[in-house]
Nanobody, 125 residues
């Protein structure tokens, strides 16, 4: 059984940075693609970023140039470096993983089979 545990969320001011981590256990990590999704109060869950098993990445337009997703196969961990945070980035951030994802499905939450509990990110002055 695959388990995902997120960490790194918190309260920051606009313009500051946070680094989220997602530790994945119980599966063959190097074969998994992983994504970050977020959900703000009263809004639909939205795709943020993803990294395929081969290292290819995808981002939603609103975070391009500010967020960077990466993976460390030795540590079975996926990271989301978030710079120049904005108030609109405030949300509950969830990590997800799945095998066999192709590039066209990375942005689709339904393509992922396992999810973490989430970590809260609040950007406020």
């Amino acid at each position: 059984q695959v388990q995902l545990v997120e960490s790194g969320g918190g309260l920051v001011q606009p313009g500051e940075s946070l680094r989220l981590s997602c530790a994945i256990s119980g599966g063959t990590f190097r074969r998994h693609s992983a994504g970050w999704f977020r959900q703000a109060p009263g809004k639909e869950r939205e795709f943020v970023a993803a990294v395929k098993w081969n290292g290819d990445t995808a981002y939603t337009d609103s975070v391009k140039g500010r967020f960077t997703i990466s993976r460390d196969n030795a540590k079975n961990t996926v990271f989301l470096q978030m710079n120049s945070l904005k108030t609109e980035d405030t949300a509950d951030y969830h990590c997800a993983s799945g095998m066999g994802l192709i590039t066209s499905t990375l942005r689709n939450g339904a393509a992922y089979t396992d999810w973490g509990q989430g970590t809260q990110v609040t950007v406020s002055s």
